[in-house]
């Protein structure tokens, strides 16, 4: 058999198409064909050894990280000062540490804010890497 035999031409009727893809890679291309049709990026499906993996060509998301530093250093800060009240019943149990541990996340939050902050702009002035603001 020659190259252009396993070729699918529009012409080609279902017995053909059969013959020359197989049943699992045409009702592949039929999923595949469904998944774009809704708007879902099309699907690759790679064979290692005994298993398929999926494999969509997606961009990754550009996530600079400061709102979620911002998110979790407030909720730290929000947790210290609900903890002020009982100051006086956490050192009678010995368990000022859970203050102590809200000011570090406190803390170590304004600084992961910081530099978050530094990296998203230092990769907005590198060419080729600008978001779309």
Known sequence: MSQDDWTVH??????????????????????????HELGRPDLEEIEIGRTTHKVADVEPMDVDGVRTMTVGTVLW???????????????????????????????????GIEYCRRRRNALRHQPGRRRAD
Do not use: C, Y
Request: glycine share 14%; hydrophobic share 45%; no cysteine.
């Open 10 to 35: 529009d012409d080609d009727g279902p017995e053909t198409i059969e013959r020359k893809l197989g049943h699992r890679e045409r009702a592949r291309l039929e999923r595949a064909a469904r998944r």
């Open 77 to 111: 800060g929000v947790v210290a000062v609900a903890l002020i009240p009982f100051l006086g019943t956490l050192s009678e149990g010995q368990r000022t540490w859970w203050m102590w541990t809200a000011l570090a996340g406190l803390g170590l939050g304004l600084i």
